[in-house]
């Protein structure tokens, strides 16, 4: 299975760009990096998704360097609302379609 | 429905007791997962369905936990002889698969399970 490592919390303040870096050293070929958030009392909720180079949503951005064995989410001048849990998810082959969840990494903005 | 809806979404019951949990994930979804997230904690995979494929059950924590999904429709979660560990929001989600690859999940509330 391709395990995903990312801290387990960061902060922030309101209007900073926040970068979140995940590691997934044994991706598959043809597996994608797939992110999601998670506000309290609630499931999580797709952000973005990637396979190589950069993604941009109207979100977040994704950056993937060459070799694929981390990613990088980007979220542009966050404010307090942002403050949630975000997952580093690699799906495909390696884990047999399933979606694996690790800790997360617990973003607290602060105003 | 338009997204997954799991039922009920809060359940208090006894030691011991068996507990059913349900999830109607999105119309025309072929998968399916369940997953147990503990207060503080991520999200703990226990079974995935994915269309008429036999289930992944290599989640489930115990052989009182088990669960079946009704073609591509409704699933059930069924916890027996339920202990306080089990205490948790057990969460649902459903995505498509488009050309063999499953698209963006999308999940329910969950059930936040109580055992006292």
């Known amino acids: 299975l391709a395990k995903t490592t990312q801290p387990i919390s960061m902060d922030s303040y309101e209007g900073q760009e926040v970068n979140i870096t995940c590691s997934h050293n044994?991706?598959?070929?043809?597996?994608?990096i797939t992110w999601y958030q998670q506000f309290p009392s609630q499931g999580p909720r797709f952000i973005i998704q990637?396979?190589?180079t950069k993604v941009t949503n109207e979100v977040a951005s994704l950056f993937i360097p060459a070799d694929r064995k981390s990613s990088t989410l980007s979220l542009p001048r966050v404010s307090l609302s942002d403050t949630a849990v975000y997952y580093c998810?690699?799906?495909?082959?390696?884990?047999?379609?399933?979606?694996?969840f690790g800790q997360g990494t617990t973003l607290q903005v602060k105003p | 429905g338009a997204g997954v809806s799991q039922s009920p979404s809060n359940k208090v019951t006894e030691k011991g007791k068996d507990v059913e949990l349900r999830c109607d994930p999105i119309?025309?979804?072929?998968?399916l997962y369940w997953y147990r997230q503990r207060l503080g904690q991520g999200l703990e995979f226990l079974i995935y369905?994915?269309?008429?494929?036999?289930?992944?059950k290599s989640g489930l924590p115990s052989d009182r936990f088990s669960a079946e999904r009704t073609g591509e429709s409704v699933s059930t979660l069924t916890i027996q002889r339920t202990q306080q560990e089990d205490s948790a929001v057990y969460l649902c989600?459903?995505?498509?698969?488009?050309?063999?690859?499953?698209?963006?999940?999308?999940f329910g509330q969950g059930t936040r399970l109580t055992v006292v």
């Open positions: 989600a459903s995505s498509a698969n488009v050309r063999g690859m499953n698209t963006e999940a999308f």
């Open positions: 044994n991706i598959a070929t043809n597996d994608y």
């Open positions: 998810l690699v799906e495909g082959s390696s884990n047999t379609g399933k979606l694996i």
């Open positions: 369905f994915q269309g008429n494929s036999a289930p992944d």
């Open positions: 990637g396979y190589k």
């Open positions: 119309s025309g979804h072929t998968a």
